[in-house]
């Protein structure tokens, strides 16, 4: 039998799960599992390029193993962790700076972003994020990133990264790919929808999480902001023209897995009043048992420490021969 192909991804725990990170990213981790020897990361390194309450990250950080199970990675067939439980991390990350450009990080979108949404903390670590990224990939040799539209620089610049490694020094990683799904690569703010959808967003409006109750998302979605066409094919997919529209039918395909064209049939002749509750109670059964066991999960904290002290273990074990094999590539000495 054929081994099975490798995939990385992780969320930092920077806020609290949203719709984005479950349509964007999750979601579609879930429906790859049996294909893939698959890694799946709460990366609490990353959250602190930006300051974290460490109360809050500690209590966010054991919510998203909860969450990421109640989602459906189950732990017996997937590598749940975290990230700072394997030291293989920081060490390749370090390595990597390295062998990455300043110019190449200046140019990251995400960078220029967060340096202007924090221009009061713009540190090293949000500068050199995308070493520790690729670190986190190449550790694990995956062959897949699944990743939203957002993160695809990123992955690019690891693939840069590899392959200079490479060159330098004989075959070591494996090149990765992104994978970017073709519906929900970017879900957008409620509130703002010419921006993403984002677990740090300071609006609350803007975004949905994954624990929040019925009311509450029905509320933001009766809300959610569309524009002023009245006419009879006003629900119509056009992100350019109709950014808050489409994100919304983009929304209810993902939750009700209906196509694009059959929502815009559906609802032909229809307003904007009947699409948003459409969409919110179609959010709001999603979420619900997901909500719903991830509340169970979390009175059994026990339980969720083995899941995450077996994941740490298997992951340091395909993270240390990555690390070692590029020590010895470097010169260093072995201990
Ligand atoms: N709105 C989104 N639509 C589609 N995909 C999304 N992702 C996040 N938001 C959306 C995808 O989820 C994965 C994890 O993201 P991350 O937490 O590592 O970083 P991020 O992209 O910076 O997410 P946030 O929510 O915007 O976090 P903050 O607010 O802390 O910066 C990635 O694959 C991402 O594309």
């Known amino acids: 039998m054929d081994k099975k192909k490798t995939m990385f991804s992780g969320i930092q725990p920077s806020g609290e799960l949203t719709l984005g990170s479950y349509i964007g990213a999750i979601k579609n981790w879930v429906s790859m599992i049996e294909d893939y020897d698959a890694y799946y990361c709460i990366v609490d390194l990353h959250a602190i390029t930006v300051r974290q309450e460490p109360a809050a990250l500690r209590r966010r950080i054991l919510e998203q193993l909860a969450q990421y199970i109640a989602c459906g990675l189950d732990p017996e067939k997937v590598t749940l962790f975290i990230q700072s439980h394997v030291s293989a ?4 990350a370090w390595v990597l700076n390295c062998y990455t450009m300043f110019g190449e990080l200046s140019r990251m979108t995400q960078f220029k972003d967060k340096s202007a ?15 520790l990224m690729a670190a986190d990939i190449l550790l694990y040799q995956a062959d897949l990133v699944p990743v939203g539209e957002d993160q695809k620089q990123h992955v690019e610049l690891c693939r840069d990264i590899a392959i200079r490694f ?25 509130s703002e929808p010419t921006n993403k959808m984002s677990k740090s967003d300071k609006d609350p409006s803007g975004s949905v999480h994954l624990l929040e109750k019925p009311e509450d ?38 939750a009700s897995g209906k196509s694009i064209s059959d929502i815009e049939n559906e609802f032909a002749g229809r307003g904007y009043g009947d699409l948003k509750m459409t969409v919110g109670n179609a959010v709001v059964e999603t979420l619900r048992p997901i909500r719903e066991e991830t509340e169970r999960l979390l009175k059994d904290k026990a339980y969720l420490e083995e899941v995450y002290k077996m994941g740490a273990k298997k992951a340091e074990y395909a993270a240390g021969k990555t690390l070692g094999k590029v020590y010895r590539k470097l010169g260093f000495v072995s201990r």
């Open 166 to 190: 490479n060159n330098a020094h004989g075959e070591t990683f494996k090149v990765p790919e992104a994978f970017i799904p073709k519906v929900g690569a970017r879900i957008m703010s409620l």
């Open 89 to 92: 991390h920081a060490e390749l």
């Open 117 to 131: 949404s924090h221009a009061d903390n713009i540190n090293g670590g949000l500068f050199t994020y995308p070493s």
């Open 217 to 254: 998302i029905m509320r933001k979605f009766k809300r959610a902001i569309t524009d002023s066409d009245t006419s009879a094919d006003c629900v119509r997919f056009s992100p350019s023209e109709k950014p808050g529209v489409s994100n919304l039918i983009q929304i209810y395909s993902c």
